[in-house]
Structure formats: structure tokens, C-alpha cells
């Protein structure tokens, strides 16, 4: 049975940090991409950040020299540091994982941790 749980979730002033952990199971999370998520009120989700089976990062451009993603695969988990944080990065993270075997893709989304942050 998959699972994507995420933590660390909360309210922090505008400037502070927050990180969130994601722990997943019944997945294979070495050949895994894994990515973190956000959705605020009203609004569409959106990639925030994102990082390969190898290592590879990508941010959205407005987290970008605030926020890094990093992973322990032997722990099965992937963490959203974000540091510098404004009232716009309120919203639901939620943590994805894709990836694919003999070209059958899986995805995969955890249930989502709120951010609120106050200004």
C-alpha cells in the first residue's frame, strides 16, 4: 500500500522557516521522482519544487534562493526546507511521487500539509 505523509506544517510570521518532511512507503522511492506541491484558496495547484531520482532540483521561480528540496532515500524521505517565508506561500503542500516501470507510469500525492504564514 503506497504512502505519502507529510509533516512539519504550521503557522510562522512572514520571514520565518518552516521544514516539511515527507515519508513515503510502499513505493519504489530510489527510482522516484519525488516533488512538493502547494495549492492556496481558490487557486490551482503548482509544482514548488521538485528533485530526481539522481539528484536533480528544480524550483519554481518564486522560491527560488528561499526554499530547498532534498531527499535521504534510505530513509524514504523527502524534505522542503523554506526559509524567508512571505504570506503568499500560504497554502496546502502536498507531496508527489512519480515515476515508471516498463513504461507504466505511477503518481502518487500524500494528503497535504497546511502553511500559513502571517504577515
Known amino acids: 500500500q503506497v504512502q505519502l505523509v507529510e509533516s512539519g506544517g504550521g503557522l510562522v510570521q512572514a520571514g520565518g522557516s518552516l521544514r516539511l518532511s515527507c515519508l513515503a512507503s510502499g513505493i519504489a522511492f530510489r527510482i522516484a521522482a519525488m516533488a512538493w506541491y502547494r495549492q492556496a484558496p481558490g487557486k490551482q495547484r503548482e509544482l514548488v519544487a521538485l528533485i530526481g531520482s539522481g539528484g536533480t532540483t528544480k524550483y519554481r521561480d518564486s522560491v527560488k534562493g528561499r526554499f530547498g528540496i532534498s531527499r535521504d532515500n534510505p530513509k524514504n524521505t523527502v524534505y522542503l526546507q523554506m526559509n524567508s517565508l512571505k504570506p503568499e506561500d500560504t497554502a496546502v503542500y502536498y507531496c508527489?511521487?512519480?515515476?515508471?516501470?516498463?513504461?507504466?507510469?505511477?503518481?502518487?500525492w500524500g494528503q497535504g500539509t497546511q502553511v500559513t504564514v502571517s504577515s
Open positions: 508527489n511521487s512519480k515515476w515508471e516501470v516498463r513504461d507504466i507510469p505511477y503518481d502518487y
